[in-house]
């Protein structure tokens, strides 16, 4: 009896420190992330506070031990050109006004595009989904390069535009801040619809009857009730369409002229055709904390929202 006694123990002891079935189900995703977002974080956190050097790597260790004692070299100098420069202040404001109009552009084209197709027969609805989500079939850079062929002064828009004599010359599209839009809008217009989609489809439609019944007109429905209700799906939407293009290169570089100033392509400038990596780096990082203080401000805001409900 004392020998079972010892074993029920020993195995309760076990199964207390084992972990359990939701802490293996989340360590997945967490561990990916670890592999794959914050340790290259890190890497290049610690590039950053290095200083540039001729050789491979093209940077200098932070690290050294001389006579037994470890010294440590952080150089700030990257931060402090970064904050003093006014072209990398001017980069940073063009690329958060850039996200934010396609952002803003996404959601006045994006919302009535979800709006119809949540509201679409149950046949109907997955064809339309289909066709959101077909440009994803085909590669992103043969996408944006079949913009340029679209929006050159010989290109088949213009081409169009002059057949038919609404123009009389052609309209200069091509290497635009126009171009750049165009393109962001086209790319990302999928991501902000099908999280939407999400939220609208699966709204309770007795609300909108209660709202019609007791005299609300549809415009006052949709305001007061369809529109709170899928803030959520708004803000994924958002989310999804202004991360990625503060960080846009391809679309500003193949669609945009020299003077559109954007982050990606100052990232690629500085790590390719300078070879600064520490440079590079110290903007990736700014970029980074530029994009990450106010997402978590808003998770942060969601989150006690949630718990007041």
């Known amino acids: 009896m004392c020998w079972l006694n010892r074993a029920r123990i020993m195995r309760a002891f076990i199964q207390r420190l084992m972990p359990s079935g939701r802490t293996l189900v989340i360590a997945g995703p967490y561990l990916w ?24 790597p093209p940077y200098t260790r932070l690290s050294a031990l001389k006579d037994s004692v470890l010294h440590i070299t952080l150089n700030l100098s990257n931060y402090v050109f970064l904050a003093a420069d006014s072209l990398y202040l001017a980069t940073y404001l063009n690329s958060l006004k ?12 994006g919302y009535p595009m979800a709006y119809y197709i949540a509201r679409s027969n149950p046949r109907t609805r997955n064809l339309l989904m289909m066709g959101i989500m077909l440009p994803f079939w085909t590669s992103f850079l043969i996408r944006i390069y079949a913009w340029i062929g679209i929006l050159k002064n010989n290109g088949l828009l213009n081409d169009v535009l002059l057949w038919a004599g609404l123009i009389d010359t052609p309209v200069e599209l091509y290497r635009t801040d126009i171009a750049v839009y165009i393109g962001m809008v086209y790319s990302y217009l999928p991501f902000f619809v099908m999280p939407l989609y999400a939220h609208l489809v699966k709204m309770d439609l007795r609300l909108l009857e209660a709202a019609y019944d007791l005299g609300a007109r549809p415009w006052k429905t949709f305001i007061q ?9 708004v803000i994924a939407g958002g989310l999804l369409v202004f991360i990625p293009a503060v960080g846009e290169y391809v679309i500003p570089e193949l669609l945009g002229s020299a003077d559109t100033l954007m982050i990606g392509r100052v990232m690629w400038n500085e790590f390719f055709n300078n070879a600064d990596w520490p440079m590079a780096a110290a903007v990736t990082c700014a970029m980074a904390l530029l994009l990450l203080a106010p997402m978590a401000i808003l998770q942060y805001s969601q989150a006690k929202e949630l718990n007041r409900g």
Do not use: D, E, R, Y
Request: net charge positive; charged share 5%; proline share 4%.
């Open 33 to 56: 992330l670890l592999l794959f977002f914050f340790a290259p974080f890190l890497l290049v956190l610690k590039i950053s506070f290095a200083s540039l050097q001729f050789g491979v």
């Open 98 to 109: 850039v996200a934010f109009m396609s952002t803003l552009l996404c959601a006045l084209m």
């Open 225 to 233: 009730v369809t529109l709170p209700l899928s803030k959520n799906g």
